[in-house]
């Protein structure tokens, strides 16, 4: 008995850590039709490597700032900057790896066999 509310309480977790990244990322965007493949390309163009970019958004979401948006001036003027993001440390680490890991191109790379 004990083994099966262990078990229920880690895929609860596990299907809540997924919802966290529609609800909390992904349900905004949509709501303003931002593309995220657009905002992942913006900063793969900067910043190249996961490491990087993973250092960069994770920056500019807990303290958000003109200097260090992505974004040109137009948007920035239509849409304002997001508000600081207020999550722990850990979880917005994940929520951005599950962003770079859901929209990485590199990963959409098809080699041809031979």
């Given at each position: 008995?004990?083994?099966?509310?262990?078990?229920?309480?880690?895929?609860?977790?596990?299907?809540?850590?997924?919802?966290?990244?529609?609800?909390?990322?992904?349900?905004c965007h949509q709501d303003?039709?931002?593309?995220?493949?657009?905002?992942?390309?913006?900063?793969?163009?900067?910043?190249?490597?996961?490491?990087?970019?993973?250092?960069?958004?994770?920056?500019?979401?807990?303290?958000?700032m003109a200097e260090r948006?992505?974004?040109?001036?137009?948007?920035?003027?239509?849409?304002?900057?997001?508000?600081?993001?207020?999550?722990?440390?850990?979880?917005?680490?994940?929520?951005?790896?599950?962003?770079?890991?859901?929209?990485?191109?590199?990963?959409?790379?098809?080699?041809?066999?031979?």
């Open positions: 008995m004990v083994k099966i509310i262990y078990l229920l309480a880690i895929v609860s977790t596990l299907s809540n850590a997924s919802q966290s990244f529609e609800d909390t990322c992904i349900q303003q039709e931002i593309p995220n493949e657009v905002i992942y390309k913006r900063y793969l163009l900067k910043y190249s490597s996961d490491t990087n970019i993973r250092e960069a958004m994770v920056n500019y979401l807990k303290n958000p948006t992505i974004m040109p001036a137009q948007f920035i003027t239509i849409f304002g900057l997001k508000e600081a993001c207020t999550l722990s440390d850990e979880k917005l680490n994940q929520l951005v790896d599950e962003f770079i890991n859901k929209y990485d191109i590199k990963r959409k790379i098809v080699l041809p066999q031979k």
